[in-house]
């Protein structure tokens, strides 16, 4: 019989590959995703029943999940449910409050409930979270799992809360829990509202190219494929009341970022767009930078892809997914949000 997974927030971005890579290595994966703008059912459409089974819902939803733990008692539930646009958390803070704080108190409640009714000891409750709960970082240093948090944006503040929740879970209640740090994703199927695929669309339209302020705020990009990869390491040794940092140790500003993407561009299509600098984000930290050490010696992780070659390789998927593009369910991704007015 597979093994179980419970995934959270499956639809998504890093969630729909997650799920990829589970069901590839021989999982039955239940997913549980609310549907929000940035959800899109097709990137799962081709799994069949005896491999997959989809639930609407809620993390909110204690009385559901609670269920489908009971009902499924899977080895493992990833968290990848999560408000996750920092412009848009400027906007409306509330909405990431309630996803990504209420949200995880929620599923930590039912897994506490879940683990008195079924005692299973090899259970792992694992929480994905981000690089920002460190906030700004000095040049030539590197974020490591016992630094404090210092998150500057609401986004940033609602993932490190729900970090400290899930920390005291696993002092207070013994809760099998994992917090994992990762840096910028980039790939396949993720919404353009984020800057690389903003970046390629707006190529593609001869739209012109917004990059904040002067560029020079740096960040760690890695490829899904392996923040998935790490994330399997971590469900199979993975220690319980541990914090993994999940980082490529490939960083840049973000206009040395757009002036790669174009030149891989124009070696093969024609554009218009021309980088422009707009008014800066507020709160815009300087630089992330992740300290991976651990998670690559202890779990013997490391990174498998070549950011040039998936650089190219995400274009491509871009422009040969005409179709993914216009069903997308909220086109709004072009228009400038999170500006204090």
């Known amino acids: 019989m597979k093994k179980k997974i419970i995934v959270t927030g499956g639809l998504g971005f890093i969630g729909s590959h997650l799920i990829k890579l589970l069901i590839e290595?021989?999982?039955?994966?239940i997913n549980i995703d609310k549907i929000t703008y940035s959800s899109n059912k097709k990137n799962l459409k081709k799994y069949k029943s005896t491999e997959y089974l989809f639930y609407k819902g809620d993390i909110n939803n204690q009385k559901l999940i609670l269920?489908?733990?009971v009902n499924y008692k899977p080895k493992a539930m990833f968290n990848l449910a999560a408000e996750t646009h920092v412009?848009?958390?400027?906007?409306?803070?509330?909405v990431f409050v309630k996803s990504n704080i209420v949200g995880v108190y929620n599923i930590l409640e039912a897994t506490k409930r879940y683990l008195k009714i079924n005692k299973d000891k090899n259970f792992k409750f694992i929480h994905i979270s981000t690089d920002e709960v460190y906030g700004d970082i000095k040049k030539n240093k590197f974020s490591k799992e016992d630094d404090a948090y210092n998150p500057s944006s609401p986004y940033a503040s609602s993932?490190?809360?729900a970090d400290l929740i899930i920390k005291s879970y696993f002092r207070t209640y013994n809760l099998p829990t994992i917090i994992t740090n990762c840096s910028n994703n980039y790939g396949p199927n993720q919404y353009p509202e984020k800057l690389i695929p903003r970046i390629i669309l707006n190529l593609k339209d001869n739209i012109n190219i917004p990059i904040y302020g002067k560029g020079l705020n740096e960040r760690e990009w890695i490829h899904v494929s392996d923040?998935?990869?790490?994330?399997l390491k971590?469900?199979?040794?993975?220690?319980?009341?541990e914090t993994y940092n999940i980082g490529s140790g490939i960083i840049m500003n973000n206009i040395t970022l757009?002036?790669?993407?174009?030149?891989i561009y124009k070696k093969n299509f024609n554009t218009k767009s021309k980088i422009v600098f707009v008014q800066d984000r507020p709160g815009h930290d300087k630089r992330y930078a992740l300290n991976s050490k651990k998670i690559k010696k202890n779990l013997?992780?490391?990174i498998k892809n070549n950011f040039y070659e998936r650089i190219k390789e995400t274009i491509k998927w871009y422009l040969n997914n005409d179709q993914w593009i216009k069903n997308l369910k909220n086109n709004n991704y072009k228009k400038r949000i999170g500006l204090i007015k």
């Open 234 to 241: 971590i469900l199979k040794k993975g220690k319980n009341g």
């Open 159 to 161: 993932k490190a809360s």
């Open 258 to 263: 757009a002036k790669k993407i174009i030149f």
């Open 87 to 94: 412009d848009r958390s400027i906007d409306s803070p509330e």
């Open 227 to 231: 923040h998935c990869n790490a994330l």
């Open 25 to 29: 290595k021989g999982y039955f994966v």
């Open 67 to 69: 269920n489908l733990l």
């Open 300 to 302: 013997q992780w490391e």
